[in-house]
C-alpha cells in the first residue's frame, strides 16, 4: 500500500535525460553526451519515447535481481528509470491485458549485447509471469533451451567472445491467463563455414571446446576422442581458449540444460557422436595418386581417422572411401562417375563436414521446438523475441556477412516501416499538422540486394544455375553489369568507372553502401556457399550409416528418393526464410530494442564516441527522436479514451451520450490542457508530450482513488447501517428476554416470602390452639387423677377385708405362669438345627425345669427324626434299613464294621444277566438275585482259596464256577444254621449247615469276601424274611466247622502273616484250621 502512494516517474533523479524526446537542444552531439552521462553513472538504458536504447556495460551490473524485477512489476512504462523490466512490462501486460500479440525487435552490431538483451526479456517475463509446476517447467525449459543453442550455434569472434552465429526468432505462446504454455524456435541460417575454418583470433563453435575439455576420459574414449585440441585440424589454437570462460564447466551445463529441456540420455550421446564426426572428418587427408590415363586421382593418406569415422557412425568404411575419391552424375537415367583430385577430395570433405553440422543444429532446433511446443490446442498469444546475428564488417566479409547484413537491413527496414514512416503516415491519415522529417530510408539498399531481377541474390542464383564454366569472377563481372549505377553498390570493374581508381577496393571485391556503414565482400566463395554443395556420393554414403540420427540428416540420400531437381540456393532459402519473417513481424506489436556498443576492445567504462556516433547514425536514432518530438508522443483511438479518461470529468461521468470525439473534446477543454499539447485526429486523440499522459494517467489513478474512496464509503455505510439495525432489534429480543427474566424472579421471591410469613403465622395460630387444648387436657386429666385416686381410697377403704386372704397363691401362681411363659418363649428363638446328629441344646435356664428341658430335647429330637426320615423314598428306606440291620448286628462286635460303613450295599456285583458268559447260569436261576459276588472259598482239606460266584435268592445260596457258570453247590436258605466271623478285620466267614442236610455232606463252607457285612446282613435279612426265624450270627475268634467228618476249629491269629496286609489260611491238622490276619 505504502510502494503505491509514492508517485515516482521517469523524472526523479534523472541523470542526463531518460527519455531521448525530452532532450534540449537535440543535435548528434547532446545526443551522444547524454548517452555517454547516462552510461557512466551505470544507466546503460535510455528511451526513445517506448523505445529501448541499450548500451553494452561489459560487466555485470546489478539491477537485474529479484527485487528490481519487482520494482519494474505492474508499473507504467515512464513510472521508474528506463529498463529493458519495463519494456518487458509493457509488452507481457499489453499481451495479457490487451491481447494484443507482441514482438520484441532487438537489434545492434555484434557484440551490443542482443543475445542479453534477449534472455533478459526472457527472465523477466518468466518471473512475473503466472506460477505452479507445470508453469514452471515450461518456463525452465524455455529458458534451458538457450545454453544449448549458445553452445553450438556461437563462437568467439573478434567483436564477441560469444557471438551469435545463428539468427533466432523465439515465439513463447501464453494462454488468456498470462501463463506460458510452451514455445516455437526458428533459426535462420547458421555460418557453417566456421565449421571448417575460422578467421585469425576466432574460433570454431562452442560446443567442439566443451566436449574436448568437459568430457569424461570414459566418454572421449567412446567418442575415440583425444583431449588435445591440436589434435584437430578443424580447431583453430591460437585463441582457443577464452578469457572467462570455463569449457568444461559449460559443457556441464549444456549437457544439464538438454536434460531438462527433455534430450533423451542417447539422444545427447548421438548428438556427441556426431560432433566427434565432424572433428575427425577434418584430420581425413588425402595424398595426389595419378593414374595411366593421366587423370588426377587422390587417395585417403592415413585410414586409421577413417576408420574411427565409420566405427562412431557404422558406415561401411569402403562406402565412405568410395565417396571420397568418386563423383557420380546423373542425368537422364545415366550414371557418370567421374573421379576427384586432391582438392575435390577436401572440397568433398569441407562440405560433408559442414552438412553435417549445420543439419545437425537444424534438427537441434527442431527437437528442442517438440520438447518445448504447447501441449493445449487453445489459442495462445504470442511474444515474439528477435535475437538476430548483428550487423558486421571484418576484414574479410564474405558470403555469410553479406546474408547477415542483407537480414540487418530488413530489420531496420522493419523498424523504419513501423515507426517512422508509418507514424508520419499516420498524421497524415489523421490530418494533422505536420511538417516532414527526412530520415534515410534502405528500402533502396534492399531493392539491390533482394529485388527478383536485377537484385544482388537473384543474379547470384542465375549465375550458379547458368550453364558453363561459372566462377565468381564471372559473378563479379555480371554484378558489375547490372548494378554498375546503383548508387548503394561500388566496384573497381563496374560499367560506370566511378572507382576506377579507388586503390581501397580491390579487383575481387564489390562494397555495398549498407545503413550501417559500407562494407566490402570477397567474391570468392559466393557461388560456392550459394550453392552448397554436397556431392550425392557423400549423402548416400551418410544415409547408409546405421547411425540412426546421421541416417535421418541425409534423408536426400535414399536410393528411392532420388530428387534430380536442384535443391534451392542458400540466397534464396534465406531471404525466403527473411520474407516470411519480416511478414510474421508486421502481424504484431513492436517493441525494439536498439543495442549500442560502446567500444571496441569489449572493455568495461570506455566509451568510444566515435564508435557510437556511427551506431546512432546507421540505426537512425537522431531521426527517430525527432519524428518523436515533431510528432505526438502519444495517440489513442477516442472510444477507449473516452472510456480510459470519462471520469475525470463531470459531463462524462458516467455516461456520455454523444459521440466518442465530442466527449473527449470536452473532457480535454474540461481539464485545461494547453491546447498545443493535444491534437484532433480523424479517429484518434493526438497528445504532443509524455508528460501530459503522464498527468492524465495521475489525475486518473486519483480520480479512481476517490472513487474507490466513494464505493467504499457507500458500502461501508450500508455496512454500518445494517450492522446497527441488526444490533437494534437484538437488543430488544434481549431486554425483552431480561425483563422477562427479572420479572419471574421478583414475582417467585414475593411468592416465597409470602409462604414464608403464612408459615409463622399458622405456626404460631396452631401453637396457640395446641397450648390451649394441653391446657383443656391436663385440666381433664388433673379432675380423672384426682377421682381415680378419690375412688381407689373409697374402694380400698371398703374392700381391704377381702383381698388379703388368697393373695400369696394367687401372686405365685402368676408369677410361676409369667416365667414358664418366658422360657418357652426364649427356647423357641434358641432351637438348635434339624440335623439329626446336631448335639446341641441350649442350656436350662432354671433348676425346677429340668425334667422338662430334658424331654423337650427328646421330643425336639425325635420329631426332627421324623422329619428327617420323611424325605426317604422307599429305595432309599430299604438300604437305611439294612445299613441300620448291619449297625445291629456289627457296631462294635467285628473291627471291619467301621470301614463297610462308608461303603453302599450293591449286591449283585456281577451282572450275571448281561454277561453272555453266564446265561447258562441265568437261565438256570429263576428267582430274584439278591447278591452275586464272587468270593475265595477256602478248601476244606489244604486251606487253599478258590474263586466262586456266590449267589443269594429269596430261598436258596448258590455257588457256581467263576469261569464256565457251572452250579457247583445249591443250599436252601432254610438249611443254613449258623454264619461265624472273627472281630478281626477280616472277611472270613463260615456258613454252618443244616446237619443232615443235603447240601451238607462235603461240611460247612469257609468263605472270605471284600463285601463280608454286607453277605452276612443280607443272609440275615433274608432268611428272617423266608423262614421266620432268626440266622444265628456268632462273631468270635475261634470257632468250629464241621469238615466232611472232622470238627475243624478255625482260629484267628493277629499279626502273625508272612504276606504283609493279606490275611492267609492254613491248615494246621485235622482239627486246626489258621487264619492269620493283619
Ligand atoms: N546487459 C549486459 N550486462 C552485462 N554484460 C553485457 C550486457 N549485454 C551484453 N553484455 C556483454 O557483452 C557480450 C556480448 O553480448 P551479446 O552476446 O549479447 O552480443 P550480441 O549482440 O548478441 O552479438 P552477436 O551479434 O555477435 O551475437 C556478452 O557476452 C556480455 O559479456
Ligand atoms: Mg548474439
Same mark, same amino acid.
Given at each position: 500500500?505504502?510502494?503505491?502512494?509514492?508517485?515516482?516517474?521517469?523524472?526523479?533523479?534523472?541523470?542526463?535525460?531518460?527519455?531521448?524526446?525530452?532532450?534540449?537542444?537535440?543535435?548528434?552531439?547532446?545526443?551522444?553526451?547524454?548517452?555517454?552521462?547516462?552510461?557512466?553513472?551505470?544507466?546503460?538504458?535510455?528511451?526513445?519515447?517506448?523505445?529501448?536504447?541499450?548500451?553494452?556495460?561489459?560487466?555485470?551490473?546489478?539491477?537485474?535481481?529479484?527485487?528490481?524485477?519487482?520494482?519494474?512489476?505492474?508499473?507504467?512504462?515512464?513510472?521508474?528509470?528506463?529498463?529493458?523490466?519495463?519494456?518487458?512490462?509493457?509488452?507481457? +501486460?499489453?499481451?495479457?491485458?490487451?491481447?494484443?500479440?507482441?514482438?520484441?525487435?532487438?537489434?545492434?552490431?555484434?557484440?551490443?549485447?542482443?543475445?542479453?538483451?534477449?534472455?533478459?526479456?526472457?527472465?523477466?517475463?518468466?518471473?512475473?509471469?503466472?506460477?505452479?509446476?507445470?508453469?514452471?517447467?515450461?518456463?525452465?525449459?524455455?529458458?534451458?533451451?538457450?545454453?544449448?543453442?549458445?553452445?553450438?550455434?556461437?563462437?568467439?569472434?573478434?567483436?564477441?567472445?560469444?557471438?551469435?552465429?545463428?539468427?533466432?526468432?523465439?515465439?513463447?505462446?501464453?494462454?488468456?491467463?498470462?501463463?506460458?504454455?510452451?514455445?516455437?524456435?526458428?533459426?535462420?541460417?547458421?555460418?557453417?563455414?566456421?565449421?571448417?575454418?575460422?578467421?585469425?583470433?576466432?574460433? @570454431?563453435?562452442?560446443?567442439?571446446?566443451?566436449?574436448?575439455?568437459?568430457?569424461?576420459?570414459?566418454?572421449?574414449?567412446?567418442?575415440?576422442?583425444?583431449?588435445?585440441?591440436?589434435?584437430?585440424?578443424?580447431?583453430?589454437?591460437?585463441?582457443?581458449?577464452?578469457?572467462?570462460?570455463?569449457?568444461?564447466?559449460?559443457?556441464?551445463?549444456?549437457?544439464?540444460?538438454?536434460?531438462?529441456?527433455?534430450?533423451?540420455?542417447?539422444?545427447?550421446?548421438?548428438?556427441?557422436?556426431?560432433?566427434?564426426?565432424?572433428?575427425?572428418?577434418?584430420?581425413?587427408?588425402?595424398?595426389?595418386?595419378? /593414374?595411366?590415363?593421366?587423370?588426377?586421382?587422390?587417395?585417403?593418406?592415413?585410414? %586409421?581417422?577413417?576408420?574411427? #569415422?565409420?566405427?562412431?557412425?557404422?558406415?561401411?568404411?569402403?562406402?565412405?572411401?568410395?565417396?571420397?575419391?568418386?563423383?557420380?552424375?546423373?542425368?537422364?537415367?545415366?550414371?557418370?562417375?567421374?573421379?576427384?583430385?586432391?582438392?575435390?577430395?577436401?572440397?568433398?570433405?569441407?562440405?560433408?563436414?559442414?552438412?553435417?553440422?549445420? /543439419?545437425?543444429?537444424?534438427?537441434?532446433?527442431?527437437?528442442?521446438?517438440?520438447?518445448?511446443?504447447?501441449?493445449?490446442?487453445?489459442?495462445?498469444?504470442?511474444?515474439?523475441?528477435?535475437?538476430?546475428?548483428?550487423?558486421?564488417?571484418?576484414?574479410?566479409?564474405?558470403?555469410?556477412?553479406?546474408?547477415?547484413?542483407?537480414?540487418?537491413?530488413?530489420?531496420?527496414? #522493419?523498424?523504419?516501416?513501423?515507426?517512422?514512416?508509418?507514424?508520419?503516415?499516420?498524421?497524415?491519415?489523421?490530418?494533422?499538422?505536420?511538417?516532414?522529417?527526412?530520415?534515410?530510408? @534502405?528500402?533502396?539498399?534492399?531493392?539491390?540486394?533482394?529485388?527478383?531481377?536485377?537484385?544482388?541474390?537473384?543474379?547470384?542464383?542465375?549465375?550458379?544455375?547458368?550453364?558453363?564454366?561459372?566462377?565468381?569472377?564471372?559473378?563479379?563481372?555480371?554484378?558489375?553489369?547490372?548494378?554498375?549505377?546503383?548508387?548503394?553498390?561500388?566496384?573497381?570493374?563496374?560499367?560506370?568507372?566511378?572507382?576506377?581508381?579507388?586503390?581501397?577496393?580491390?579487383?575481387?571485391?564489390?562494397?555495398?553502401?549498407?545503413?550501417?556503414?559500407?562494407?566490402?565482400?570477397?567474391?570468392?566463395?559466393?557461388?560456392?556457399?550459394?550453392?552448397?554443395?554436397?556431392?550425392?556420393?557423400?549423402?548416400?554414403?551418410?544415409?547408409?550409416?546405421?547411425?540412426?540420427?546421421?541416417?535421418?540428416?541425409?534423408?536426400?540420400?535414399?536410393?528411392?528418393?532420388?530428387?534430380?531437381?536442384?535443391?534451392?540456393?542458400?540466397?534464396?532459402?534465406?531471404? &525466403?526464410?527473411? &520474407?516470411?519473417?519480416?511478414?510474421?513481424?508486421?502481424?504484431?506489436?513492436?517493441?525494439?530494442?536498439?543495442?549500442?556498443?560502446?567500444?571496441?576492445?569489449?572493455?568495461?567504462?570506455?566509451?568510444?564516441?566515435?564508435?557510437?556516433?556511427?551506431?546512432?547514425?546507421?540505426?537512425?536514432?537522431?531521426?527517430?527522436?525527432?519524428?518523436? +518530438?515533431?510528432?505526438?508522443?502519444?495517440?489513442?483511438?477516442?472510444?477507449?479514451?473516452?472510456? +480510459?479518461?470519462?471520469?475525470?470529468?463531470?459531463?462524462?461521468?458516467?455516461?456520455?451520450?454523444?459521440?466518442?470525439?465530442?466527449?473527449?473534446?470536452?473532457?480535454? @477543454?474540461?481539464?485545461?490542457?494547453?491546447?498545443?499539447?493535444?491534437?484532433?485526429?480523424?479517429?484518434?486523440?493526438?497528445?504532443?508530450?509524455?508528460?501530459?499522459?503522464?498527468?492524465?494517467?495521475?489525475?486518473?489513478?486519483?480520480?479512481?482513488?476517490?472513487?474507490?474512496?466513494?464505493?467504499?464509503?457507500?458500502?461501508?455505510?450500508?455496512?454500518?447501517?445494517?450492522?446497527?439495525?441488526?444490533?437494534?432489534?437484538?437488543?430488544?429480543?434481549?431486554? &425483552?428476554?431480561?425483563?422477562?427474566?427479572?420479572?419471574?424472579?421478583?414475582?417467585?421471591?414475593?411468592?416465597?416470602?409470602?409462604?414464608?410469613?403464612?408459615?409463622?403465622? +399458622?405456626?404460631?395460630?396452631?401453637?396457640?390452639?395446641?397450648?390451649?387444648?394441653?391446657?383443656?387436657?391436663?385440666?381433664?386429666?388433673?379432675?380423672?387423677?384426682?377421682?381415680?385416686?378419690?375412688?381407689?381410697?373409697?374402694?380400698?377403704?371398703?374392700?381391704?377385708?377381702?383381698?388379703?386372704?388368697?393373695?400369696?397363691?394367687?401372686?405365685?401362681?402368676?408369677?410361676?405362669?409369667?416365667?414358664?411363659?418366658?422360657?418357652?418363649?426364649?427356647?423357641? %428363638?434358641?432351637?438348635?438345627?434339624?440335623?439329626?446328629?446336631?448335639?446341641?441344646?441350649? &442350656?436350662?435356664?432354671?433348676?425346677?425345669?429340668?425334667?422338662?428341658?430334658?424331654?423337650?430335647?427328646?421330643?425336639?429330637?425325635?420329631? /426332627?427324626?421324623?422329619?428327617?426320615?420323611?424325605?426317604?423314598?422307599?429305595?432309599?428306606?430299604?438300604?437305611?434299613?439294612?445299613?441300620?440291620?448291619?449297625?445291629?448286628?456289627?457296631?462294635?462286635?467285628?473291627?471291619?464294621?467301621?470301614?463297610?460303613?462308608?461303603?453302599?450295599?450293591?449286591?449283585?456285583?456281577?451282572?450275571?444277566?448281561?454277561?453272555?458268559?453266564?446265561?447258562?447260569?441265568?437261565?438256570?436261576?429263576?428267582?430274584?438275585?439278591?447278591?452275586?459276588?464272587?468270593?475265595?472259598?477256602?478248601?476244606?482239606?489244604?486251606?487253599?482259596?478258590?474263586?466262586?460266584?456266590?449267589?443269594?435268592? %429269596?430261598?436258596?445260596?448258590?455257588?457256581?464256577?467263576?469261569?464256565?457258570?457251572?452250579?457247583?453247590?445249591?443250599?436252601?436258605?432254610?438249611?443254613?444254621?449258623?454264619?461265624?466271623?472273627?472281630?478281626?478285620?477280616?472277611?472270613?466267614?463260615?456258613?454252618?449247615?443244616?446237619?443232615?442236610?443235603?447240601?451238607?455232606?462235603?461240611?460247612?463252607?469257609?468263605?472270605?469276601?471284600?463285601?463280608?457285612?454286607?453277605?452276612?446282613? !443280607?443272609?440275615?435279612?433274608?432268611?428272617?424274611?423266608?423262614?421266620?426265624?432268626?440266622?444265628?450270627?456268632?462273631?468270635?475268634?475261634?470257632?468250629?466247622?464241621?469238615?466232611?467228618?472232622? !470238627?475243624?476249629?478255625?482260629?484267628?491269629?493277629?499279626?502273625?502273616?508272612?504276606?504283609?496286609?493279606?490275611?492267609?489260611?492254613?491248615?494246621?491238622?485235622?482239627?486246626?484250621?489258621?487264619?492269620?490276619?493283619?
Amino acid at each position: 500500500m505504502a510502494k503505491m502512494e509514492v508517485k515516482t516517474s521517469l523524472l526523479d533523479n534523472m541523470i542526463g535525460v531518460g527519455d531521448m524526446v525530452l532532450l534540449e537542444p537535440l543535435n548528434e552531439e547532446s545526443f551522444i553526451d547524454n548517452l555517454k552521462k547516462r552510461f557512466d553513472h551505470n544507466e546503460i538504458y535510455t528511451y526513445i519515447g517506448s523505445v529501448v536504447i541499450s548500451v553494452n556495460p561489459y560487466r555485470s551490473l546489478p539491477i537485474y535481481s529479484p527485487e528490481k524485477v519487482e520494482d519494474y512489476r505492474n508499473r507504467n512504462f515512464y513510472e521508474l528509470s528506463p529498463h529493458i523490466f519495463a519494456l518487458s512490462d509493457e509488452a507481457y +501486460r499489453s499481451l495479457r491485458d490487451q491481447d494484443k500479440d507482441q514482438c520484441i525487435l532487438i537489434t545492434g552490431e555484434s557484440g551490443a549485447g542482443k543475445t542479453e538483451a534477449s534472455k533478459l526479456v526472457m527472465s523477466y517475463v518468466a518471473a512475473v509471469c503466472g506460477k505452479g509446476a507445470e508453469v514452471n517447467q515450461v518456463k525452465e525449459q524455455l529458458l534451458q533451451s538457450n545454453p544449448v543453442l549458445e553452445a553450438f550455434g556461437n563462437a568467439k569472434t573478434v567483436r564477441n567472445d560469444n557471438s551469435s552465429r545463428f539468427g533466432k526468432y523465439m515465439d513463447i505462446e501464453f494462454d488468456f491467463k498470462g501463463d506460458p504454455l510452451g514455445g516455437v524456435i526458428s533459426n535462420y541460417l547458421l555460418e557453417k563455414s566456421r565449421v571448417v575454418k575460422q578467421p585469425r583470433g576466432e574460433r @570454431n563453435f562452442h560446443i567442439f571446446y566443451q566436449l574436448l575439455s568437459g568430457a569424461s576420459e570414459d566418454l572421449l574414449y567412446k567418442l575415440r576422442l583425444e583431449r588435445d585440441f591440436s589434435r584437430y585440424n578443424y580447431l583453430s589454437l591460437d585463441s582457443a581458449k577464452v578469457n572467462g570462460v570455463d569449457d568444461a564447466a559449460n559443457f556441464r551445463t549444456v549437457r544439464n540444460a538438454m536434460q531438462i529441456v527433455g534430450f533423451m540420455d542417447h539422444e545427447a550421446q548421438s548428438v556427441l557422436e556426431v560432433i566427434a564426426a565432424v572433428l575427425k572428418l577434418g584430420n581425413i587427408e588425402f595424398k595426389p595418386e595419378s /593414374r595411366v590415363n593421366g587423370l588426377d586421382e587422390s587417395k585417403i593418406k592415413d585410414k %586409421n581417422e577413417l576408420k574411427e #569415422i565409420c566405427e562412431l557412425t557404422g558406415i561401411d568404411q569402403s562406402v565412405l572411401e568410395r565417396a571420397f575419391s568418386f563423383r557420380t552424375v546423373e542425368a537422364k537415367q545415366e550414371k557418370v562417375s567421374t573421379t576427384l583430385n586432391v582438392a575435390q577430395a577436401y572440397y568433398a570433405r569441407d562440405a560433408l563436414a559442414k552438412n553435417l553440422y549445420s /543439419r545437425l543444429f537444424s534438427w537441434l532446433v527442431n527437437r528442442i521446438n517438440e520438447s518445448i511446443k504447447a501441449q493445449t490446442k487453445v489459442r495462445k498469444k504470442v511474444m515474439g523475441v528477435l535475437d538476430i546475428y548483428g550487423f558486421e564488417i571484418f576484414e574479410d566479409n564474405s558470403f555469410e556477412q553479406f546474408i547477415i547484413n542483407y537480414c540487418n537491413e530488413k530489420l531496420q527496414q #522493419i523498424f523504419i516501416e513501423l515507426t517512422l514512416k508509418e507514424e508520419q503516415e499516420e498524421y497524415i491519415r489523421e490530418d494533422i499538422e505536420w511538417t516532414h522529417i527526412d530520415y534515410f530510408n @534502405n528500402a533502396v539498399i534492399c531493392d539491390l540486394i533482394e529485388n527478383n531481377t536485377n537484385g544482388i541474390l537473384a543474379m547470384l542464383d542465375e549465375e550458379c544455375l547458368r550453364p558453363g564454366t561459372v566462377t565468381d569472377e564471372t559473378f563479379l563481372e555480371k554484378l558489375n553489369q547490372v548494378c554498375a549505377t546503383h548508387q548503394h553498390f561500388e566496384s573497381r570493374m563496374s560499367k560506370c568507372s566511378r572507382f576506377l581508381n579507388d586503390t581501397s577496393l580491390p579487383h575481387s571485391c564489390f562494397r555495398i553502401q549498407h545503413y550501417a556503414g559500407k562494407v566490402m565482400y570477397q567474391v570468392e566463395g559466393f557461388v560456392d556457399k550459394n550453392n552448397d554443395l554436397l556431392y550425392r556420393d557423400l549423402s548416400q554414403a551418410m544415409w547408409k550409416a546405421s547411425h540412426s540420427l546421421i541416417k535421418a540428416l541425409f534423408p536426400e540420400g535414399n536410393p528411392a528418393k532420388i530428387n534430380l531437381k536442384r535443391p534451392p540456393t542458400a540466397g534464396s532459402q534465406f531471404k &525466403a526464410s527473411v &520474407a516470411t519473417l519480416m511478414k510474421n513481424l508486421q502481424t504484431k506489436n513492436p517493441n525494439y530494442i536498439r543495442c549500442i556498443k560502446p567500444n571496441d576492445k569489449k572493455a568495461a567504462h570506455i566509451f568510444n564516441d566515435a564508435l557510437v556516433c556511427h551506431q546512432i547514425r546507421y540505426l537512425g536514432l537522431l531521426e527517430n527522436v525527432r519524428v518523436r +518530438r515533431a510528432g505526438y508522443a502519444f495517440r489513442q483511438a477516442y472510444e477507449p479514451c473516452l472510456e +480510459r479518461y470519462k471520469m475525470l470529468c463531470k459531463q462524462t461521468w458516467p455516461h456520455w451520450k454523444g459521440p466518442a470525439r465530442a466527449g473527449v473534446e470536452v473532457l480535454f @477543454n474540461e481539464l485545461e490542457f494547453p491546447v498545443e499539447e493535444y491534437s484532433f485526429g480523424r479517429s484518434k486523440i493526438f497528445i504532443r508530450n509524455p508528460r501530459t499522459l503522464f498527468k492524465l494517467e495521475d489525475l486518473r489513478k486519483r480520480r479512481l482513488e476517490d472513487l474507490a474512496t466513494l464505493i467504499q464509503k457507500i458500502f461501508r455505510g450500508w455496512k454500518c447501517r445494517t450492522h446497527f439495525l441488526l444490533m437494534k432489534k437484538s437488543q430488544i429480543v434481549i431486554a &425483552a428476554w431480561y425483563r422477562r427474566y427479572s420479572q419471574q424472579k421478583k414475582y417467585q421471591q414475593i411468592k416465597s416470602s409470602a409462604i414464608v410469613i403464612q408459615s409463622f403465622i +399458622r405456626g404460631w395460630k396452631a401453637r396457640k390452639i395446641l397450648r390451649e387444648l394441653k391446657h383443656e387436657k391436663r385440666c381433664q386429666e388433673a379432675v380423672t387423677t384426682i377421682a381415680a385416686f378419690w375412688h381407689g381410697t373409697q374402694v380400698r377403704r371398703e374392700y381391704r377385708k377381702f383381698f388379703r386372704a388368697n393373695a400369696g397363691k394367687k401372686i405365685y401362681e402368676f408369677t410361676l405362669q409369667r416365667i414358664v411363659q418366658k422360657y418357652f418363649l426364649e427356647m423357641k %428363638n434358641k432351637m438348635p438345627s434339624l440335623s439329626p446328629i446336631d448335639k446341641n441344646w441350649p &442350656a436350662r435356664p432354671y433348676l425346677f425345669l429340668d425334667s422338662t428341658h430334658k424331654e423337650l430335647k427328646r421330643i425336639f429330637h425325635l420329631w /426332627r427324626c421324623k422329619k428327617y426320615r420323611d424325605q426317604f423314598t422307599d429305595q432309599r428306606k430299604l438300604i437305611y434299613e439294612e445299613k441300620l440291620e448291619a449297625s445291629e448286628l456289627f457296631k462294635d462286635k467285628k473291627a471291619l464294621y467301621p470301614s463297610s460303613v462308608g461303603q453302599p450295599f450293591q449286591g449283585a456285583y456281577l451282572e450275571i444277566s448281561k454277561d453272555p458268559k453266564y446265561k447258562k447260569l441265568k437261565d438256570a436261576i429263576e428267582e430274584k438275585i439278591i447278591i452275586a459276588e464272587v468270593v475265595n472259598k477256602v478248601n476244606r482239606a489244604n486251606g487253599k482259596c478258590a474263586s466262586r460266584i456266590f449267589l443269594l435268592t %429269596n430261598n436258596n445260596l448258590l455257588l457256581a464256577d467263576q469261569k464256565s457258570g457251572h452250579i457247583k453247590s445249591e443250599v436252601p436258605l432254610g438249611d443254613v444254621t449258623k454264619v461265624s466271623m472273627s472281630s478281626q478285620n477280616d472277611g472270613f466267614f463260615a456258613v454252618h449247615l443244616k446237619e443232615g442236610s443235603g447240601a451238607a455232606s462235603k461240611g460247612d463252607f469257609l468263605f472270605s469276601s471284600d463285601h463280608l457285612i454286607e453277605m452276612a446282613t !443280607k443272609l440275615y435279612r433274608t432268611t428272617l424274611s423266608q423262614t421266620k426265624q432268626k440266622l444265628n450270627i456268632e462273631i468270635s475268634d475261634e470257632f468250629l466247622v464241621q469238615f466232611r467228618q472232622d !470238627k475243624v476249629c478255625v482260629k484267628f491269629i493277629q499279626g502273625n502273616q508272612k504276606n504283609g496286609s493279606v490275611p492267609t489260611c492254613k491248615r494246621k491238622n485235622n482239627r486246626l484250621l489258621e487264619v492269620a490276619v493283619p
